[in-house]
């Protein structure tokens, strides 16, 4: 029941998140799935989350006061981190044992999985991304294939295949994220407006936009419709299949 996309060019970093929840057709509500930790020159973390917001929103904090490090014994927090490895690690490890935890508490079919996106700089590292799984390890994004989705991610996987690539400037991969959040919206109800979004240049650790898309957003109706009526007149152009 929702949408994240991290994608990683050459130029830098952009991270997009629906914030749409439901437990069921009647019970919609909005929260907040990027969150952004530090964005002051030295440290810039980027959260995206789905499944569990319970396990999310425990595991968050957690990390932000304070946890202990399964592998060395030593309390660490975002804020201390010396790279977006090690917060990728200790994000990680705090939403296993969070969810470990929620499952002494678990009645009827409840699912306290949880998934994040977690990408920025710490002290001028070059720039980095990384898709952690719920049972705590995680993969890094790469160059051959610069995005990372959680969530509700099939329908608006095809454009990111097709369009992106590591040297799309970065205000054009925006573009092909917002087209991809399109898709998915088009065919998926669970995933809805607002989009919050987030970009920063490569090795920065201070993020260059922040900003949340709604239902007015001017740009981002265009967009949609340009979409639409450009895959209508492609698939007009395409010539009628020979076959009788």
């Known amino acids: 029941m929702t949408y994240c996309v991290g994608l990683l060019v050459k130029e830098g970093l952009a991270m997009l998140a629906d914030t749409r929840t439901n437990a069921g057709v009647d ?12 964005n002051d020159g030295q440290r810039l973390i980027a959260v995206a989350s789905a499944g569990s917001l319970s396990t999310t929103q425990a595991a968050l904090e957690r990390v932000r006061l304070g946890f202990t ?6 309390t660490e927090r975002l804020g201390t981190v010396p ?14 044992f969070t969810a ?7 009645q009827g079919d409840i699912n306290f999985d949880a ?75 669970a995933v809805g407006l607002p989009i ?10 201070r993020a260059t936009l922040v900003h949340r898309i709604d239902d007015h957003d001017a740009y981002y109706r265009d967009l949609n419709d340009r979409w639409s009526a ?9 010539p009628q299949p020979p076959y009788r």
Do not use: W
């Open 27 to 38: 019970n919609i509500s909005t929260y907040r799935k990027l969150r952004i930790h530090g």
């Open 69 to 74: 490090a399964p592998d060395t014994g030593e």
């Open 83 to 96: 790279s977006i490895h090690r917060a990728a690690y200790l994000l990680g490890q705090a939403v296993r």
């Open 100 to 106: 470990d935890e929620m499952e002494g508490l678990k």
């Open 115 to 189: 998934t994040l996106l977690v990408g920025g700089s710490v002290g001028g590292e070059p720039t980095r991304l990384f898709l952690v799984y719920g049972a705590g390890n995680f993969i890094e994004c790469g160059p051959d294939t610069p995005y990372l989705q959680i969530g509700e991610t099939k329908y608006g996987k095809p454009i990111l295949d097709r369009a992106l690539t590591y040297d799309t400037p970065l205000d054009e991969a925006v573009k092909i994220a917002l087209i991809s959040f399109s898709s998915t919206m088009r065919s998926n109800l």
């Open 196 to 205: 919050d979004m987030m970009t920063a240049r490569a090795g920065e650790s």
């Open 230 to 238: 450009a895959l209508r007149a492609a698939q007009a152009s395409i």
